[in-house]
C-alpha cells in the first residue's frame, strides 16, 4: 500500500536543513540520504513502511510505502505528518521580521535566512532520541540510536531498518538495552515510557493536534528519568514548537557566550534569563545557535 501527496514549499526554504537532520548516522540503517532526497524507515499503523520525500524547487513529493494493508482512510494524518516534518508550520516569518534588525539576532538570522527546525516522524521518536541523547555527546547518542534501531530488529521490504515505536521497544528486555549501550537510567526511562505510551495513557499523537504544552510538560515529567531539558527538546523536535527555553543544552550556552561576547561562561540561569526576552521563540533562536557551532544536526 503507498501513500502520496506533493507539500507547496515557500521560496527561502531550506531542504539542506532536512537532508542534514536525517543524515546524523553515516551507517544509513534506519534513513538514506541524497543531495535531494531522504528515504526513511518508520513504522505506519504497525507496519513497516518507507517514507520517501524527494525536493524540487518550490514542492516536495512525498511517498510513503507500507509493507502491509492499513485499514482506513490516512491521506490526511500522512500529508500532517510531512508538514510537520518539514517545518511548514512554524512561524519563522514573524520571527524574522521582529529580530531581523536586533543586535544579536540580526546576524544570526542575515546568516541563516528561512531556517525552520526539522520535526522527527513521530513525537515518540523525538522523545526517545531526547532521552537519548541526554548529557552526551552528539555523536554518541547517533550510536546509541543507532544500535536501539538494530535491537528492535523491523525491516521494511526495501532493505531500511525501520524507527521502533512503543510496544516494539516494550518488546526488548531491560539487559538487552544495556548491551546496546544504555545506562540502566536510561534503560529504565525508555521502558517506562514505552508503556505508557502503548497503555495510552501518554497520547503522544493525539497531542500533536492541539499541542497541550503544560499538560505535555506536567505528564512527560512525572516519568522518572524525564526532565525539562528532555521535554523542551521533545516539543520542539516532536511538535514543532519554538517556545521551549534550551537553555538547559550546553551547545546553547557555549553558542550564547560567542553571540554575546562574553569572556566568562555562561550558566544556565544566565542563558534561562536572556531567552526569556524572546518568548514565543526560544527555541528557534536555539536551533539557530546550534546550526552557527555545527554541520551535525542535534
Given at each position: 500500500m503507498q501513500l502520496s501527496c506533493s507539500i507547496p514549499l515557500p521560496a527561502t526554504f531550506r531542504p539542506g536543513d532536512i537532508l542534514a537532520f536525517h543524515r546524523r548516522d553515516p551507517q544509513e540503517n534506519a534513513e538514506r540520504v541524497s543531495d535531494a532526497s531522504l528515504h526513511k524507515g518508520m513504522i505506519w499503523c504497525g507496519a513497516p513502511a518507507c517514507l520517501s520525500i524527494r525536493f524540487h524547487r518550490r514542492h516536495a513529493m512525498a511517498a510513503l510505502d507500507i509493507d502491509n494493508h492499513v485499514v482506513g482512510d490516512r491521506q490526511r494524518d500522512f500529508e500532517r505528518m510531512v508538514w510537520r516534518m518539514l517545518g511548514l508550520a512554524q512561524g519563522i516569518e514573524a520571527f524574522e521580521e521582529r529580530y531581523h534588525n536586533h543586535s544579536q539576532l540580526g546576524p544570526?538570522?542575515?546568516?541563516?535566512?528561512?531556517?525552520?527546525?526539522?520535526?522527527?516522524?513521530?513525537?515518540?521518536?523525538?522523545?526517545t532520541w531526547a532521552i537519548t541523547g541526554q548529557q552526551i555527546s552528539v555523536s554518541a547518542a547517533i550510536s546509541l540510536r543507532r544500535k536501539l534501531i538494530k535491537a528492535a530488529n523491523i525491516c521494511h521490504s526495501g532493505g531500511l531498518l525501520c524507527y521502533p515505536e512503543a510496544r516494539q521497544i516494550l518488546e526488548l528486555e531491560e539487559e538487552t538495552l544495556r548491551q546496546a549501550g544504555f545506562s540502566t537510567t536510561k534503560s529504565k526511562t525508555l521502558l517506562k515510557l514505552s508503556a505508557l505510551v502503548a497503555d495510552d495513557k501518554l497520547p503522544l499523537d493525539v497531542w500533536a493536534e492541539t499541542l497541550p504544552v503544560d499538560a505535555i510538560r506536567t505528564q512527560l515529567e512525572a516519568v522518572r528519568g524525564i526532565g525539562p531539558w528532555t521535554v523542551n527538546y521533545a516539543l520542539l523536535r516532536g511538535y514543532g514548537w519554538l517556545d521551549g527555553s534550551l537553555h538547559g543544552d550546553a551547545a546553547v550556552r557555549r553558542g550564547l557566550q560567542t553571540l554575546l561576547n562574553s569572556p566568562e561562561k555562561i550558566c544556565e540561569e544566565e542563558a534561562s534569563t536572556w531567552l526569556a526576552q524572546f518568548s514565543p521563540w526560544r527555541a528557534l533562536i536555539g536551533a539557530h545557535i546550534w546550526a552557527t557551532q555545527s554541520s551535525v544536526a542535534y
Amino acid at each position: 500500500m503507498q501513500l502520496s501527496c506533493s507539500i507547496p514549499l515557500p521560496a527561502t526554504f531550506r531542504p539542506g536543513d532536512i537532508l542534514a537532520f536525517h543524515r546524523r548516522d553515516p551507517q544509513e540503517n534506519a534513513e538514506r540520504v541524497s543531495d535531494a532526497s531522504l528515504h526513511k524507515g518508520m513504522i505506519w499503523c504497525g507496519a513497516p513502511a518507507c517514507l520517501s520525500i524527494r525536493f524540487h524547487r518550490r514542492h516536495a513529493m512525498a511517498a510513503l510505502d507500507i509493507d502491509n494493508h492499513v485499514v482506513g482512510d490516512r491521506q490526511r494524518d500522512f500529508e500532517r505528518m510531512v508538514w510537520r516534518m518539514l517545518g511548514l508550520a512554524q512561524g519563522i516569518e514573524a520571527f524574522e521580521e521582529r529580530y531581523h534588525n536586533h543586535s544579536q539576532l540580526g546576524p544570526l538570522i542575515e546568516r541563516q535566512p528561512g531556517l525552520r527546525v526539522p520535526v522527527t516522524a513521530t513525537p515518540f521518536e523525538a522523545l526517545t532520541w531526547a532521552i537519548t541523547g541526554q548529557q552526551i555527546s552528539v555523536s554518541a547518542a547517533i550510536s546509541l540510536r543507532r544500535k536501539l534501531i538494530k535491537a528492535a530488529n523491523i525491516c521494511h521490504s526495501g532493505g531500511l531498518l525501520c524507527y521502533p515505536e512503543a510496544r516494539q521497544i516494550l518488546e526488548l528486555e531491560e539487559e538487552t538495552l544495556r548491551q546496546a549501550g544504555f545506562s540502566t537510567t536510561k534503560s529504565k526511562t525508555l521502558l517506562k515510557l514505552s508503556a505508557l505510551v502503548a497503555d495510552d495513557k501518554l497520547p503522544l499523537d493525539v497531542w500533536a493536534e492541539t499541542l497541550p504544552v503544560d499538560a505535555i510538560r506536567t505528564q512527560l515529567e512525572a516519568v522518572r528519568g524525564i526532565g525539562p531539558w528532555t521535554v523542551n527538546y521533545a516539543l520542539l523536535r516532536g511538535y514543532g514548537w519554538l517556545d521551549g527555553s534550551l537553555h538547559g543544552d550546553a551547545a546553547v550556552r557555549r553558542g550564547l557566550q560567542t553571540l554575546l561576547n562574553s569572556p566568562e561562561k555562561i550558566c544556565e540561569e544566565e542563558a534561562s534569563t536572556w531567552l526569556a526576552q524572546f518568548s514565543p521563540w526560544r527555541a528557534l533562536i536555539g536551533a539557530h545557535i546550534w546550526a552557527t557551532q555545527s554541520s551535525v544536526a542535534y
